[in-house]
């Protein structure tokens, strides 16, 4: 995360009181809290409940509520998380608000529509699902029901998977929807996002635990405030899923009493990290690429021209890629030869971007893809040709989407601000790296993005098995040279190009 997103903004969770402390309001301030916001609440209803059921549910006056909200709004919240609104009145109450206060709709807002319990206990008025869908749904950011919720608020049954993206377009149609996929059957849980410009699934393992109170709380609240740090939408329900998975792992309960999720830190493990496709998943996982070998990616030039590795790979450079934007035809395919022609000359990895198919006709070592280039790309054919891949990844949702198909390495940027490409991300810095390389502990991992000398020893210091370069190597004065020193920096060259070799 920037240093930015370390400040604690304000998420205004709004929502009932679990008297046992599992769901509910008490469940938001846990969560929003572990992700790094501060939980400003307004509270709906005072419930008596605990993990055998709901034994009441005693909703505030409507104006209690608005009064609530009032106060809390003072704090100028980033975001704001719904959750139980007990009546029709509430429901009002909280729209009214949020039209006075939200006027240009700049604060995100997420619902979690809750109507009844996971026991099928009746939480709320007959009409609450009607008023959520006419009054608030046009004024929230994103909502995230289950499947019951979901069929209480569209005209769909819910009863077939194939209704799930067709619930989902209903409910986004203004915003996004996230349909929680806990309440289906199978080995896994898959989740579906849809908003105007996006729509994918989310799929992770399903966890045999017995506490799973507050999931749909811990959902949204997460997504809440991954918004209210200035995340987007997908990275957003990203971050919500892998906390969510982090906290069925860390669940507790108490003697016969199934307990809640346990959420306890920003999620920064990668088995909790979902996989993302575009199609409902059949295997969470693709077969994986061939390996780069047991030594490091190291320095990693990226050069337009195949001259380029003439210059580097003799003073000792061991992987490099070639990144053409302004040849097409026989030029650009003999550049190509000549550059695959070098690197096996110097036993060196090779890693040809974006043109996948003259990769595979020519013998390529590798095709490295930016995220525009996967929808078109044929990942099975780069896979049955034996060429290793690199993926290039920017923030959650990107690595979510790269990691099903299993690539030899991940690339991570910027780490710094670059004008080698128009980037819209905010630049990690070491410390952003140095989050993916946790999350990715045991993956190959390729920093990219603004690096130079000055930047190099803070990369190397996060662990990164490559450091990739462009303009530092390439406007260099000496840029064999400098590829020298860059290489003495990173480590002692603990392997030859002959055990590099010997090792693929």
Request: aromatic content about 6%.
């Amino acid at each position: 995360m920037t240093e930015a997103q370390q400040a604690r903004p304000v998420t205004l969770a709004i929502g009932g009181s679990d008297s046992a402390g599992m769901a509910g309001v008490q469940a938001d301030q846990r969560v929003i809290t572990a992700l790094g916001g501060h939980a400003a609440t307004a509270i709906s209803a005072v419930t008596a409940q605990n993990s055998d059921g709901v034994a009441g549910i005693n909703p505030v006056a409507a104006d209690v509520l608005r009064q609530q909200i009032a106060s809390c709004w003072a704090l100028a919240p980033s975001a704001v998380k719904i959750g139980l609104l007990a009546t029709v009145e509430q429901v009002r109450a909280c729209a009214e608000a949020l039209v006075e206060y939200n006027r240009n709709g700049t604060v995100p807002v997420v619902l979690d529509p809750v109507l009844a319990s996971s026991s099928g206990h009746h939480l709320v008025d007959g009409g609450v699902a009607k008023a959520l869908r006419e009054l608030l749904l046009p004024l929230v950011t994103l909502v995230t029901p289950n499947r019951s919720e979901a069929a209480r608020l569209t005209s769909l049954d819910m009863t077939a998977a194939t209704d799930i993206p067709l619930a989902a377009a209903q409910l986004g149609h203004q915003g996004a929807a996230y349909l929680k996929g806990g309440h289906w059957q199978g080995t896994a849980s898959s989740d579906y996002f849809h908003s105007p410009t996006q729509h994918f699934w989310l799929s992770s393992p399903r966890l045999a635990t017995p506490h799973q109170r507050g999931t749909g709380c811990t959902l949204a609240s997460a997504a809440a405030t991954a918004l209210a740090l200035g995340y987007s939408h997908a990275d957003a329900v990203v971050i919500a899923k892998m906390a969510v998975n982090q906290g069925l792992r860390q669940g507790h309960g108490w003697a016969s009493h199934p307990g809640p999720l346990s959420v306890t830190h920003f999620p920064n493990a990668g088995r909790d990290l979902p996989l993302l496709s575009d199609m409902p998943p059949a295997n969470l996982e693709e077969p994986p690429f061939p390996s780069c070998g047991p030594s490091p990616l190291g320095l990693y030039p990226v050069v337009d021209r195949a001259a380029w590795l003439n210059t580097l790979l003799p003073a000792g450079v061991t992987t490099i890629q070639l990144r053409i934007k302004d040849l097409t035809g026989t030029a650009l395919r003999d550049e190509i030869r000549r550059a695959i022609a070098v690197a096996e000359q110097h036993r060196a990895r090779l890693f040809i971007n974006d043109y996948w198919q003259l990769a595979i006709e020519l013998g390529a070592y590798g095709v490295h893809l930016g995220q525009e280039d996967l929808a078109d790309a044929d990942i099975a054919a780069i896979r049955d040709a034996g060429l290793r891949l690199g993926i290039s990844t920017h923030c959650h949702y990107e690595v979510a989407r790269a990691l099903p198909l299993r690539p030899s390495y991940l690339a991570c940027g910027p780490v710094y601000p670059t004008t080698s490409k128009d980037m819209p991300w905010v630049p990690h810095g070491p410390s952003g790296l140095s989050y993916w390389r946790q999350v990715l502990h045991d993956y190959p991992l390729v920093a990219i993005g603004g690096i130079d000398r000055s930047r190099l020893p803070a990369v190397h210091a996060t662990g990164a098995d490559g450091i990739a370069m462009i303009s530092a190597l390439t406007q260099a004065a000496d840029p064999a040279a400098t590829a020298r020193e860059f290489i003495a920096l990173l480590s002692p060259p603990d392997w030859s190009l002959d055990q590099l070799a010997q090792a693929q």
